[in-house]
C-alpha cells in the first residue's frame, strides 16, 4: 500500500484540452497530510506511518487524544490515517505533504460516501420488476414479494435484498485520470464524476492496478503523430 491524501469534493466542471475536446472533471481540495507517527517493523512487525488531516478544535477532543497531540506537540487533527509502505526513510514526524507526492501519477483510485436516498422499495433499490398489474394483484404491485424459507430454516437469510436504506456508503472508483492539478490552491481535477455530494469527504490513493491505457493527452499527440507520418508517406 502506498502513501495517500484526503480532500473535499467542491463539484463539477469541464476542462477544454489542447484538441478542442471538453472533459467533464470533478474538482477536488486537498488537505495536506502531517506526519504524527513513523512505525518501524521493529516496534509493530511492519513499517507505516500515521497521518494527521484536516484541523479541529482543542475544545472538540477527548481527554486521551489531547494527552495524544500534547505527546506529539502538534496541532489537533480530525482524522487521523495509517498507511503501510515498505520503507519509512523519507518521512520524519512533524513533515508536511501535499499534492507533490501525485507529480509523477496519470491514474488514482478515488473512495467516498455516495449519496444518501432514504428508504427505498425492492424495485428502486435491486431493480427489481415487481408483481404483475393485472389478474388479482391488489395494492402489492410494487411489493418484493415472499422473502422467507420453510419451516426449515425457517428465517430470512442475512443480505436478502430488500427494501430498506438506500445509498450512503462508501464506494471505490478505480483508475480516475489525472486532468490537471493545481499544487498553489491544492486542487486536483480529476476526470468523470465520483460519489458523494458536494463537501464529501474523499480519500485519493495511487492506482492499485496496474494501467495500460493511454491519457487523452496521449491519445490526442498519438493522433497528429499517426497524421503526420501518413502525410510522409504521402
Known sequence: MSIGLLGTKIGMTREFMK???????TVIKIEKGRVLDVITKDKRGYNAVKVGFCKIKNSKLTKQMKGYFTKKKTEP??????FRIEKNDQFKEGNEFGLEIFNDKKFLDVRSKTIGKGFAGGMKRWNFSGLRASHGVSVSHRAHGSTGQNQDPGKVFKGKK??????DKMRTMLNLEI??????NNLIYLRGSIPGSKNTTVFLRESV???????VTEKHEAR??????????K
Open 179 to 184: 486532468i490537471k492539478s493545481d499544487v498553489e
Open 209 to 215: 492496478k496496474n494501467i495500460t491505457r493511454k491519457t
Open 77 to 82: 487533527k480530525k482524522i487521523l490515517k495509517e
Open 19 to 25: 484538441s478542442g475536446q471538453s472533459v467533464p472533471v
Open 162 to 167: 430488500m427494501a430498506g436504506h438506500m445509498g
Open 224 to 233: 497528429i503523430k499517426k497524421a503526420e507520418s501518413k502525410k510522409g508517406k
